[in-house]
Every structure is written in structure tokens, then in C-alpha cells.
């Protein structure tokens, strides 16, 4: 379903800047954004402590989201002189006259690949294309190998539906086989569902099934030490974390370790695992070139001296544990997984 605007809401308006939707809408948190709307709405200097009462929001919470704004260069200090924004990415010029408007292109149904047929090839039949085809003695001879046991009749056609049913060639057969095996599952069924799986997603080369292979590989190992951190139950990830781990993991370029750091810093801040939180800030590091701890620690000290000065620490908030990022905080990953599952306080004790 589509929605459009009310045209009786412009009955009373305020202007919002384009900057805050395009730059930081995905960097900003909940608070900030309320806050700012607060002020644009208001159209006067407000105090910290007015936005709070006015939002309900820890006083702390509203001073971290005027800082934010006031490092995107939408907010000034009172008094302060105005400062140009850096100039907008320029609007493609439109064309002297209108293009002709295309129809829509239909959106591809997703391909849904067959279960194989209850009715297997016979003895003759599998003989036969031996006969016919030299390719299937050696994608039986290479599946003993690569899986340890003998092929017998069942592996039989179970390999040669692969390749008919779902037009699977025997060399990425193969590597579906030792794809299997990696994951120590050599049972025929599993075989056969992943058969169904790569011809869904059109895996039918070699360079298409190395690059599913790698981004499983990436996947397992990121969610396994995911996994052990945040003390997530599920064997596997869901399609969600799939996505964010991949995200942050290949697209990002992130460690395990600043992934894990990005955890803690969510779960200091809300006391609970949000996906969408981690996103937040390990984007924030991106954009800021942010690639290692120290560089985390460095970034954290260099807001914390511009808003406190430069030798007074954050105050703690009231019942929250000192930051992650006080002179003591661990980076170890086995610290990590520890603090998490409740073995060691979230807070080191000072030597």
C-alpha cells in the first residue's frame, strides 16, 4: 500500500533542512531526531533540560543529540554566528523536454526449482548413459572421493537427477559435493536440497558456486563469533542477521572484534541487542574512518574533550556502567563472549 500526505496537515508547517533527511537520517538516533524536530517545530533556542521534560528523555540522552547535531552543523550554540554547510550534491538537470514515460518493467517471479521425482532412474537406465556419457563416470568416481564412502545405487541417481532435474553441470556437482562434506553433511537428502537451493538462485558455473561458498564460509565464521558474544541461541543466522553480518563483515570491511565492540557499545547504551543500532554505529565509523579500537577509543576522546574538556571524563549516567571506552576496557573477543553471558561484569575492575 501507498501513502501520500494529508493536504490538510500543511494547514499549519515548519520547514525541515534537506541535510538532516539526506545526510543523517540513518546515522541519527530516535532521541536526536525528536529533539530536532522539537526545535524546528518550536522555533526558538531550547535548553537541554527543556527538550528532555518536553520528550521525557534522560537529560544526558538529549545532550548526546544536540552534540550530534551540532558536529552535522544543524545546530549552533546560542549567540554563536551562523557557519556555511558544506555545499549539496548538485541536482541532475532535467531534461529540455519530458522523456516519454516507460511502462514498468514486471518484477522477475523468483525461480522455484522442483523437488526430484520419487521415481528414480533403473540399473539399465543409469548403465546406459554411462555408456553415453563419459562425464558421469567421473562425477561418480570423484563423488567417492570427495565424500568417502562407495556410490552405490541410491548416490547413483541422486547425482544424475541432479544434473537432469535441475541442469546442474557435473563439475559444479562436484563442488556441491565438497560444499557438503565441509559442512559434514554427506547425507543424500541435504544433498538434494541444496541441489534445489543452487538451482533456485541459478548456482549452474563454477565462478557462481565459489562465490556462494565464500559468502558461506564469511557468514559462518562471522555469526560463530557473533554467536559466542552476544550468546544468540539459533545454530544459524536468520535472513535479518545474514544480512547486517554480511553488511558489516564483506561490504564494511569490519573485524570480528570491532563487530564485537559495536555490541557492547549497543548493549552500554541500551541494554539490549539492536541490529539496527549496530548498523548505526559501525556506519558512523565508517564514514569516519574509524577501522580499529584504538581509532574507536581515539574518536570517543576527541567528542568527549570538544563537549567536557579536554580533562574532564564523561560523567557515568545513573545506574549504567562506565563506558566501554574508559582507559581500562578490554578488546579481547574471549572477554568479550564472557561479559556477555554474565561470567565477568560488563565493567572491568581497575587495577
Known amino acids: 500500500m501507498d501513502y501520500q500526505i494529508n493536504p490538510a496537515a500543511y494547514a499549519s508547517i515548519f520547514a525541515v533542512p534537506k541535510a538532516v533527511v539526506e545526510d543523517n537520517l540513518l546515522l541519527a538516533s530516535p532521541t536526536a531526531l525528536k529533539a530536532l524536530l522539537l526545535m524546528l517545530c518550536r522555533g526558538e533556542a531550547l535548553s537541554v533540560d527543556e527538550i528532555a521534560k518536553a520528550l521525557k528523555r534522560d537529560a544526558a540522552d538529549v545532550a548526546d543529540a544536540m552534540v550530534f547535531w551540532q558536529q552535522q552543523g544543524i545546530l549552533l550554540p546560542a549567540g554563536e554566528t551562523a557557519k556555511p554547510l558544506p555545499e549539496p550534491h548538485p541536482a541532475p538537470q532535467q531534461p529540455a523536454a519530458p522523456a516519454a514515460i516507460k511502462p514498468a518493467e514486471p518484477v522477475p517471479e523468483k525461480k522455484t526449482a522442483p523437488d526430484l521425482p520419487l521415481s528414480r532412474p533403473t540399473h539399465e537406465q543409469i548403465a546406459i548413459r554411462l555408456q553415453e556419457c563419459e562425464d558421469f563416470k567421473v562425477l561418480f568416481q570423484e563423488a567417492q572421493q570427495k565424500l568417502g564412502k562407495t556410490i552405490g545405487y541410491e548416490g547413483q541417481s541422486i547425482l544424475i537427477m541432479l544434473h537432469d532435474t535441475y541442469d546442474l553441470p557435473v563439475e559444479v556437482i562436484l563442488m556441491l559435493l565438497e560444499y557438503a562434506?565441509?559442512?559434514?553433511?554427506?547425507?543424500?537428502?541435504?544433498?538434494?536440497?541444496?541441489?534445489?537451493?543452487?538451482?533456485?538462485?541459478?548456482i549452474d558455473s563454477l565462478e557462481s558456486a565459489e562465490e556462494y561458498i565464500r559468502e558461506q564460509h564469511t557468514t559462518d565464521t562471522v555469526w560463530t563469533n557473533f554467536r559466542d558474544v552476544t550468546g544468540a541461541k539459533n545454530r544459524?543466522?536468520?535472513?535479518?542477521?545474514?544480512?547486517?553480518?554480511?553488511?558489516?563483515?564483506?561490504?564494511?570491511?569490519?573485524?570480528?572484534?570491532?563487530?564485537?565492540?559495536?555490541?557492547e557499545i549497543c548493549?552500554?547504551?541500551?541494554?539490549?541487542?539492536?541490529?539496527?543500532?549496530?548498523?548505526?554505529?559501525?556506519l558512523s565509523w565508517q564514514k569516519g574512518g574509524v577501522k580499529t579500537p584504538a581509532d574507536a577509543r581515539r574518536a570517543q576522546e576527541q567528542w568527549s574533550a570538544k563537549r567536557f574538556g579536554k580533562n574532564e571524563p564523561k560523567p557515568a549516567r545513573a545506574g549504567k556502567p562506565e563506558s566501554?571506552?574508559?582507559?581500562?576496557?578490554?578488546?579481547?573477543?574471549?572477554?568479550?563472549?564472557?561479559?556477555?553471558?554474565?561470567?565477568e561484569d560488563l565493567q572491568q575492575p581497575k587495577q
Open 181 to 202: 562434506k565441509s559442512k559434514g553433511k554427506t547425507g543424500y537428502k541435504y544433498i538434494a536440497s541444496i541441489g534445489k537451493e543452487w538451482s533456485e538462485k541459478e
Open 236 to 263: 544459524n543466522p536468520t535472513a535479518k542477521q545474514k544480512r547486517f553480518l554480511l553488511s558489516w563483515s564483506r561490504d564494511m570491511g569490519f573485524s570480528d572484534e570491532m563487530i564485537a565492540l559495536a555490541y
Open 267 to 282: 548493549i552500554d547504551n541500551t541494554n539490549k541487542l539492536s541490529l539496527e543500532y549496530m548498523d548505526r554505529v559501525l
Open 324 to 343: 566501554v571506552f574508559s582507559s581500562d576496557a578490554s578488546y579481547d573477543l574471549q572477554a568479550f563472549s564472557k561479559r556477555a553471558i554474565g561470567l
